[in-house]
């Protein structure tokens, strides 16, 4: 595969700028750079979804080879494969959900649905592939129903099953717990062995894959360095990052040392709260089924206005449901009772919505709406998916407030999916601030956001919470602002909450 003198301009603006770099077989390499670097663009056109600016006075051109013969962009396109949020972000967007099995045959006939049965002889490569991503168990499952972080094995299985000359993985650790990468870890070093080569994103020294051996960074769209990686780079990264140099927790996000024999676990422990502010939210005996599946059970808890809750726990311990349930997509199951404080019961829900605030991964995958950034923020006062009617001049003003605070202002007249994955969380965060929210949800805030960026958010964070309460959904203990005053550990589909200092 190899780029020469290769430009991209999209939206007016220059991404990519006289790119010349060379993958060999065999060869597996991280691709870094801040927000707005041309990561992402770089992969889209080294996959062919993405056609290079012309420049003929340069010769610029993209070739590719299998082995010592050449190949066209069609034929290429069936020996690339590529996996990252995006492409898991679209499965939702347009509520594909296949069973995993049929997914990850999907890889081998190269198209997003199955179009055809699945041969004995494809079913049996499924299997080997699925064994070999420890995902036999979920082989008759909905792919919408797994957790995140069996999503993506699922959908690195489906890249794999294809037996790609060039994978392609997009930010691909991001959400992930340390199971889950471990898994991962897994699968990668099996392609390793069989020669495969990468291009992966990254922007913390844990998320480049085991086995990568060269780094090519970008800056502005251009070649900053390309180089075999040294343990400088990883250290560099590390730092940036604020990653620990080992995988443990610190102390002030560690769990009960045995949770499941904790007394009364879902009883908050009120270490240093504040029980004279005033009750937002009471869960009482609250039993939480997502598609039928038990998630959480008899969980007590309160919000007071003040707090600001760190919850975290595994893939797949309700993190993400737990938000859901406090922001009113999902319900308490029968006998379980959620009390929203100035709300009584019978209020419409859609008028609590428009009190609270909320951004997620699933959100950020909605946003493939044709309308200005400008108006994705202003639609944050109605609480809904774009605007109905023309914004006001009341709209305006808010939206462009929010836009400034986030430091998207230069950016209000683009589309979301001109923006990069991080600029667009800025922007979804602008959006749930526009309705002056009094409670704060965000899952997973600053996945995909580089180091820079990454702290920029936490200061912001910061600002945000002199204002409201905030309850943010994390992996990372270095994502989290200054200021949390609790933690919720999810374990087991148990809740324990301690102080979070």
């Not at 590719?64 to 949020?85: C, P, S």
């Not at 039928?292 to 707090?307: H, I």
């Not at 950034?373 to 001049?393: C, H, M």
Request: net charge positive; with cysteine; aromatic share 6%.
């Amino acid at each position: 595969m190899l780029l020469h003198a290769v430009s991209v301009r999209r939206g007016g603006k220059w991404v990519l700028r006289d790119i010349s770099w060379r993958l060999r077989p065999g060869e597996r390499w991280v691709l870094l750079g801040d927000n707005g670097a041309g990561k992402t663009q770089l992969l889209k056109t080294l996959s062919g979804d993405v056609w290079p600016t012309p420049d003929e006075r340069r010769n610029a051109h993209r070739s590719y080879r299998v082995g010592r013969e050449a190949v066209d962009l069609i034929e290429a396109k069936r020996r690339v494969a590529y996996v990252g949020a995006e492409q898991q972000d679209k499965y939702a967007r347009y509520g594909w959900n296949l069973r995993v099995h049929d997914l990850v045959a999907t890889g081998l006939h190269r198209s997003d649905l199955l179009l055809s049965p699945v041969t004995a002889a494809e079913s049996k490569r499924v299997a080997a592939v699925l064994k070999s991503c420890a995902l036999r168990h979920c082989a008759g499952r909905e792919f919408l129903s797994l957790s995140y972080g069996q999503k993506r094995l699922a959908l690195l299985a489906r890249a794999l099953v294809q037996d790609p000359d060039w994978l392609l993985l997009d930010e691909f650790y991001n959400g992930l717990d340390g199971h889950y990468r471990a898994r991962i870890d897994s699968a990668l070093a099996a392609a390793v062995r069989r020669g495969q080569s990468w291009v992966a994103t990254a922007h913390r020294a844990a998320d480049v894959p085991r086995g990568t051996r060269c780094l090519l960074e970008l800056a502005a769209g251009q070649v900053l360095a390309r180089r075999r990686i040294r343990a400088a780079d990883l250290t560099r990264l590390r730092l940036r990052a604020g990653e620990p140099r080992s995988p443990k927790e610190p102390r002030s996000l560690k769990a009960p040392r045995s949770p499941e024999r904790a007394r009364k676990p879902t009883r908050t422990r009120r270490a240093a709260a504040n029980l004279s502010a005033p009750v937002l939210v009471h869960l009482s005996h609250v039993d939480l089924y997502v598609d039928y599946r038990l998630v959480l059970r008899d969980l007590d808890w309160q919000l007071r206005k003040g707090e600001h809750w760190a919850v975290y726990g595994a893939n797949g311990s309700g993190k993400s449901s737990f938000l859901k349930l406090l922001y009113g997509d999902l319900s308490p199951a029968l006998g379980g009772l959620i009390a929203r404080t100035g709300f009584p019961k019978g209020t419409p829900i859609a008028e609590w919505k428009q009190h609270i605030g909320y951004v997620s991964p699933e959100l950020q995958s909605d946003y493939a709406v044709n309308v200005s950034v400008l108006n994705l923020v202003a639609s944050g006062r109605y609480a809904s998916i774009g605007l109905v009617d023309e914004p006001t001049a009341g709209d305006i003003r808010t939206a462009r407030r929010w836009l400034r605070f986030f430091g998207l202002l230069s950016v209000g007249a683009r589309r979301p999916r001109e923006l990069s994955y991080g600029q667009l969380r800025r922007a979804l965060i602008a959006r749930a601030m526009a309705a002056d929210p009094r409670i704060l949800l965000l899952d997973e805030p600053v996945t995909g956001l580089d180091p820079t960026q990454r702290a920029i958010m936490k200061r912001l964070l910061e600002r945000l919470m002199k204002r409201l309460t905030l309850v943010i959904a994390v992996h990372h203990p270095e994502d989290l602002p200054r200021g949390m005053t609790h933690a919720l550990h999810l374990h087991k589909r148990r809740a324990y909450p301690h102080s979070a200092t």
